[in-house]
């Protein structure tokens, strides 16, 4: 069975840092992919960044690029999203996401398993 646990969400001040963890089984680790999505109220579910867990290439969102970075660590079965320079507007819930796609297709029709979220607060 195929199971995600994210981690990692708290509140943090404008400029501030978080790391989410994303704790996986179920699946071989070293195939497809993981990806990080946000969901902010009124809004729709976005994808964040995601990672291929075969040779760690990655993609992020525009909302991110230059502030965020995924990783992977395969001995652990984890995918990290570590999250720097944080705005307000990147309060939301954020989830992790299974998918056998490409790395590039970070939307999340693309993702058939799904990990609870972790709420990220970024106060002003």
């Known amino acids: 069975e195929v199971q995600l646990q994210a981690s990692g969400g708290g509140l943090v001040q404008v400029g501030g840092s978080l790391r989410l963890s994303c704790a996986t089984s179920?699946?071989?680790?070293?195939?497809?992919?993981i990806g990080w999505f946000r969901q902010a109220p009124g809004k729709e579910r976005e994808g964040v960044s995601c990672?291929?867990?075969?040779?760690?290439?990655?993609y992020y969102a525009d909302s991110g690029t230059g502030r965020f970075t995924i990783s992977a660590d395969n001995a652990k079965s984890t995918v990290y999203l570590q999250m720097n320079r944080l705005k307000p507007e990147d309060t939301a819930v954020y989830s992790c996401?299974?998918?056998?796609?490409?790395?590039?297709?970070?939307?999340?029709?693309?993702?058939?398993?799904w990990g609870q979220g972790t709420q990220v607060t970024v106060s002003s």
């Open positions: 996401a299974y998918g056998n796609g490409d790395y590039y297709n970070c939307h999340p029709d693309e993702y058939d398993y």
């Open positions: 990672i291929s867990l075969n040779d760690g290439r990655a």
């Open positions: 179920g699946f071989t680790f070293d195939d497809y992919v």
